[in-house]
């Protein structure tokens, strides 16, 4: 079981309607240590990438993009899920479904932070269905830009976003795959994952 795992196992809580409940460390309070690690694995698996550029979706994947931000010394662009006034010039807009939220969103990136010369690597805290990478994959393709992989902290592998993702051709590393999760126990089943 990897650092990941073990926490997962330690504190996160399972709720009704398979909802995996991690705020006391990854998206409300937030370990940074542990983030330190996530950052240093993605920077680990994605080496040999000319990565310039990450980005992420608001909100829970900005702290873990801003983490590993400083293990690949590239700046973080985040999608915006709303409209602001301090929002100016041509944007890109994707629509993405909530999983968590169970509603639609436009997210919104300025076109002066994404362009045909960069090499992103996209980071987001939880996988499941894969409207939210689908919506930034979007964004990245129409800046002209160029995914070089997927990092997501926690993969639900009963949901079909992994493998809609990963049909898609990209290098898609999540670091810890749930396959299942109890309820009733408390327990969870994780993807047993070849050491990269």
Known sequence: MNFLEERIVKDGIITEGNVLKVDSFLNHQMDIQLFDQIGAEFKRRFEEKPINKILTIEASGIGIACVAAQHFKVPVVFAKKTQSINLEGEMYVA???????????????????????????????????????????????????????????????????????RNLGYQLESLAIVDAMDEKTGTFVFREQKEK
């Open 95 to 165: 629509e993405v479904e909530s999983f968590t939220h169970r509603c639609k969103n436009q997210v919104i990136v300025s076109q002066k932070f994404l362009s045909e010369d960069d090499h992103v690597l996209i980071i987001d805290d939880f996988l499941a269905n894969g409207c939210a990478l689908q919506g930034l994959i979007q964004i990245v393709q129409s800046a002209g830009a160029t995914v070089e992989g997927i990092g997501i902290v926690i993969e639900k592998g009963f949901q079909a976003g992994g493998s809609i993702i």
